[in-house]
């Protein structure tokens, strides 16, 4: 009995780990030296992914009227007018951007395996250390903990390449989640909460503390970016106060890129609420006591690498408690490990507190913590 049951433990392991390989990440820990920064190449690679994505959509187009216009049948024409019609939709371009940036032939998310594993010409492009030379350590880390997500840069930012599958794979989940309540209710305010829901129990549940003892806020500010991001496809959204144009436009019954968007329109979704050294994470026990005492060895040098201060993180951790002043499924403070205690939130979160709420806001409720609850400090 005891070996059967220690067997099956065995072979859970070894199916699960590379499901669970790129969950969590560590900027906590610093690289050698900077990591070259590859912000443009990202913006190219997303372009490209959006280029691929119209030319099948407007191609399936196409060929359903092609279809429609050859058959003698009515209720065939009827039927490939009506898919050539879907074409045309929103959720249809959505989809196709979804199937190749998370669907491009990899087991892994695509954008993800594109950079974790691509060939770039600069260097060094990535960090990526073994759990047992991480924060994470080795005696209180999770078994299933046999790899980490790699350390990139992009934009100044460093974070996990496991933010981008959560950018584009877990947004486009919320995505459908607020589509399909507008779809019922018509009440934005209300779509955005349900999609927040969604990550707050992934997070809460097997894509976060039921398999390793976190919950990354991190992600979850990925999985919010992913939703705007979508959204951003196909409508103008405000963001920070600023109209972002559509990426995509619908012209002559064709999907085609759009000038007005700019030629740098991923820059606005990659923010330091991707980086778990910046914006960290809530950790259960007994993962939080490893967690903590590496944080404080970590902290001097980090601060170092960064040009930052114990004052400037202390607002940090708690303007990112916030996306661009929206909820966004924030832990809050408790059970949290940060170099830093959080600064009281009056003076730092003023701006975020004063924004006007708009249609795009997940409902502006108060963080779920506040820097008066318990927080681990490393540092």
Not at 200 to 222: C, K, L, P, R, T
Not at 253 to 281: C, K
Not at 306 to 335: A, C, D, M, N
Not at 341 to 348: F, K, N, Q, S, Y
Request: net charge negative; glycine share 8%.
């Amino acid at each position: 009995m005891v070996i059967g049951r220690y067997g099956g433990c065995v072979v859970c392991v070894v199916m699960l780990a590379p499901w669970c390989a790129a969950l969590e990440t560590d900027q906590f820990t610093t690289p050698p030296k900077p990591l070259v920064d590859l912000g443009a190449e990202f913006q190219q690679e997303v372009v490209r992914s959006l280029e691929t994505a119209v030319g099948r959509v407007n191609e399936q187009y196409h060929e359903h009227m092609t279809k429609a216009d050859r058959t003698s049948f009515q209720f065939i024409r009827k039927s490939e007018l009506e898919k050539a019609a879907d074409r045309l939709t929103e959720a249809a371009i959505a989809r196709a951007v979804f199937d190749v940036t998370v669907r491009g032939g990899t087991a892994q998310c695509y954008m993800e395996a594109w950079v974790r594993y691509g060939e770039f010409e600069r260097q060094p492009m990535k960090f990526d250390p073994w759990p047992r030379e991480s924060v994470y350590g080795t005696i209180y880390r999770p078994i299933l903990m046999v790899i980490i997500s790699p350390t990139v840069n992009f934009n100044g930012i460093y974070f996990g390449t496991d933010k981008l599958g959560h950018l584009f794979e877990q947004g486009y989940e919320y995505y459908e989640v607020f589509t399909e309540e507008m779809k019922n209710s018509g009440d934005e305010a209300a779509a955005y909460r349900k999609a927040v829901k969604l990550g707050i129990d992934q997070e809460n549940g097997f894509f976060g503390m039921a398999i390793d003892n976190v919950y990354s806020n991190g992600d979850m500010a990925a999985n919010y970016a992913g939703l705007k991001f979508y959204l951003n496809l196909t409508r103008p959204i405000v963001i920070d106060d600023a109209r972002r144009e559509p990426m995509l436009v619908l012209e002559n019954n064709q999907w085609r890129l759009n000038p007005a968007a700019g030629g740098d329109f991923m820059r606005v979704y990659i923010t330091e609420h991707l980086s778990e050294a910046m914006n960290p994470s809530k950790y259960g026990w007994p993962l939080r006591l490893g967690v903590r005492s590496n944080v404080k060895k970590l902290t001097p040098r980090w601060m170092e690498f960064f040009g930052s201060t114990p004052e400037r993180e202390r607002k940090r951790i708690v303007e990112l408690t916030r996306w661009y002043g929206q909820e966004y499924g924030h832990s809050g403070f408790e059970k949290v490990v940060a170099m830093v205690e959080p600064a009281e939130r009056g003076a730092v979160a003023a701006k975020a507190e004063s924004a006007k709420p708009n249609s795009e806001s997940a409902a502006n409720d108060e963080p779920r913590g506040s820097a008066q609850e318990s927080i681990s400090v490393g540092g």
